[in-house]
C-alpha cells in the first residue's frame, strides 16, 4: 500500500463527532456539517502528508467536531525546517480550497450560497487554528519560535504560561461577544483540557525529548553551543538546559574555574544507561 494512502488508515473520528452528527441529522444540517468535516479532513490530511514526506511517524489522525489533531512520534528533534512545514501545511491547503470553490462558483457549478458558506468555514478554522494556543497551529508554531531562543523544557513551559493567557483572554471575548454559542464552548474546554495535560506531561515530553536524542539519529544539529555548569549541579537539571537542533559540550567549573568538559552524549550516556539523573555532575569526573 502507497504510504501516502496508508494515512487514510489512521484518520478516527472524536466520539462527540458521532453525537454532533446524530444532531445535525435530527436538526437538517448535514449539508453544513459535511462541508466543516471535508475541510477539517483536508486541512489535518496536508500535515500528515508533508510529515510523511519527512519520513515522520504518523501516529494518527483525530476529527473532532470543531476541527482535528495529526499526532506525531516525534520529540522536537526534527530540523526546524521540517517542523516549520509540517505546522504550515495544514493552514496552506486553505488557498487551494478556497481558490477551488471559487472557480466552480464563477463556472456556476457552485451556488453562491454554498461558496460563502464554504469560504467562512475555511476562514473561522484558520483563524482559529492560528491563535497561538497548543495544541492549535498558532501554538505549535509559537513553540516552535520559543525553542529557537530558549532550551526545550523552559520553551515548553512558556509556551503553556502564554497559551493560557491567550485562551483567557479569548474566554473574555466570548462571554462578551457570543456567550451563548455552545460550540465556541466546546472548543475552549477542549483547549483548557489539552493544556492541562500538556502541563501535567511536561516532564515526560522533555524526557522524551532527552531519550529520542540519545537514541535516535545523530547528526543532524544546526549549530554547536557550550553549556557552563557548577559541578553541583545534577545531571538531570544539566539536560534541562538542552537546546532542540544544538549540539552541546558541557563545561563543568568549580568556583569559576574549569574542571572538566564533557560531551552530551557522555551526560545522556550516565541518564539513560547508568542510571544517574540525580548526581551531581561533578562526580562524573572521577567516574
Not at 135 to 151: A, I, N
Request: proline share 3%; hydrophobic share 55%.
Amino acid at each position: 500500500m502507497n504510504k501516502y494512502v496508508a494515512l487514510l488508515t489512521k484518520v478516527h473520528l472524536h466520539p462527540l463527532f458521532w453525537l454532533l452528527s446524530g444532531l445535525a441529522v435530527m436538526t437538517a444540517h448535514f449539508k453544513q456539517l459535511f462541508i466543516l468535516f471535508s475541510i477539517v479532513f483536508i486541512h489535518e490530511l496536508g500535515h500528515a502528508v508533508v510529515a510523511q514526506r519527512f519520513s515522520w511517524r504518523v501516529k494518527r489522525i483525530l476529527l473532532l467536531p470543531f476541527g482535528g489533531v495529526a499526532e506525531m512520534e516525534e520529540h522536537g528533534n526534527r530540523p526546524f525546517r521540517e517542523e516549520l512545514f509540517v505546522t504550515l501545511a495544514g493552514p496552506a491547503q486553505h488557498v487551494w480550497l478556497v481558490g477551488g470553490a471559487l472557480l466552480l462558483w464563477k463556472y456556476d457549478i457552485l451556488s453562491f450560497a454554498h461558496w460563502q458558506l464554504f469560504f467562512h468555514y475555511n476562514v473561522a478554522i484558520v483563524a482559529l487554528n492560528l491563535l497561538p494556543v497548543w495544541p492549535l497551529d498558532g501554538g505549535k508554531l509559537l513553540f516552535l519560535l520559543l525553542t529557537r531562543f530558549l532550551p526545550f523544557s523552559r520553551a515548553h513551559r512558556q509556551m503553556i504560561i502564554y497559551s493560557y493567557a491567550v485562551l483567557f483572554v479569548a474566554i473574555g471575548g466570548v462571554c462578551f461577544l457570543a456567550a451563548k454559542q455552545l460550540d465556541l464552548w466546546a472548543i475552549v474546554v477542549f483547549l483548557l483540557f489539552s493544556l492541562w495535560k500538556e502541563w501535567k506531561h511536561h516532564p515526560y515530553i522533555v524526557m522524551r525529548f532527552l531519550l529520542e536524542r540519545y537514541y535516535g539519529k545523530k547528526g543532524q544539529y544546526a549549530k554547536w553551543r557550550p553549556l557552563t555548569v557548577e559541578e553541583t549541579e545534577t545531571v538531570w537539571n544539566v539536560l534541562d538546559k538542552f537546546y532542540r537542533g544544538q549540539k552541546h559540550s558541557i563545561i563543568v567549573v568549580k568556583q569559576a574555574k574549569e574542571r572538566a568538559i564533557f560531551d552530551e552524549n557522555e551526560l545522556l550516556h550516565a541518564a539513560f544507561a547508568d542510571k544517574q539523573l540525580n548526581i551531581p555532575v561533578g562526580r562524573l569526573i572521577y567516574g
